[in-house]
T-cell receptor, first 116, second 111 residues
Framework: DADVTQTPRNRITKTGKRIMLECSQT?????MYWYRQDPGLGLRLIYYSFDVKDINKGEISDGYSVSRQAQAKFSLSLESAIPNQTALYFC???????????????FGPGTRLLVL | DAKTTQPPSMDCAEGRAANLPCNHS???????VYWYRQIHSQGPQYIIHGLKNNETNEMASLIITEDRKSSTLILPHATLRDTAVYYC????????????FGSGTKLNVKP
């Protein structure tokens, strides 16, 4: 089984709808992240969480919110979806600690979102 | 974190070594070099990382120049399944939030 899973894998929604993307991990990592990727571009960080009680905005958090329900679960919500939020969304996790390599991030398979 | 510069695309013959360069001339002493790849819109896959010594694992080798201003990822025997976008990322390990992906190098492995 995959260490980082995302649901749904594909989603089509309409402008103004609220949707939630979910991420679960079995790696036992404290840190979790949400990224979006637009065609032909690299990944941009939306939100990140160092633990259940710690949530931080990334570089493009406007229009998004997150919830860290448990160490293993991190959800991304679009409160009122708009067409320019059409993108590929990735969840990632990383281990804690300050040793070399602890910052390595492991990514889920992605959710392809289309907002009409 | 230091910026990185990679060629937008490269070709490689199947079975040959693929050498992917990355320039990071503004890298600082506590920044690591990470390599990831993304195969056709799948989740990015961790390949290897290093600080100043050359590193090798089951996937690839990482060669970092002595001045650390550039590095090369080597796939010793490229296969068609290695066709992907390869990202070179330079970051301070303690900055868990700072993991910026640029536009990477599209490696095309050809039969």
């Amino acid at each position: 089984d995959a260490d980082v899973t995302q649901t749904p894998r594909n989603r089509i929604t309409k402008t103004g709808k609220r949707i939630m993307l979910e991420c679960s991990q079995t790696k036992g990592h404290d840190r979790m992240y949400w990224y979006r990727q637009d065609p032909g571009l690299g990944l941009r960080l939306i939100y990140y969480s160092f633990d259940v009680k710690d949530i931080n905005k990334g570089e493009i958090s406007d229009g998004y919110s997150v919830s860290r329900q448990a160490q293993a679960k991190f959800s991304l919500s679009l409160e009122s979806a708009i067409p320019n939020q059409t993108a590929l969304y990735f969840c990632a996790t990383s281990g804690g600690g300050f040793r070399e390599g602890q910052g390595t991030q492991y990514f889920g398979p992605g959710t392809r979102l289309l907002v009409l | 974190d230091a910026k990185t510069t990679q060629p937008p695309s490269m070709d490689c013959a199947e079975g040959r070594a693929a050498n992917l360069p990355c320039n990071h001339s503004t890298i600082s002493g506590n920044e690591y070099v990470y390599w990831y790849r993304q195969i056709h819109s799948q989740g990015p896959q961790y390949i290897i990382h290093g600080l100043k010594n050359n590193e090798t694992n089951e996937m690839a080798s990482l060669i970092i120049t002595e001045d650390r201003k550039s590095s090369t990822l080597i796939l010793p025997h490229a296969t068609l399944r290695d066709t992907a976008v390869y990202y070179c990322i330079v970051r301070v390990t303690l900055n868990f939030n700072k993991f910026y992906f640029g536009s990477g190098t599209k490696l095309n492995v050809k039969p």
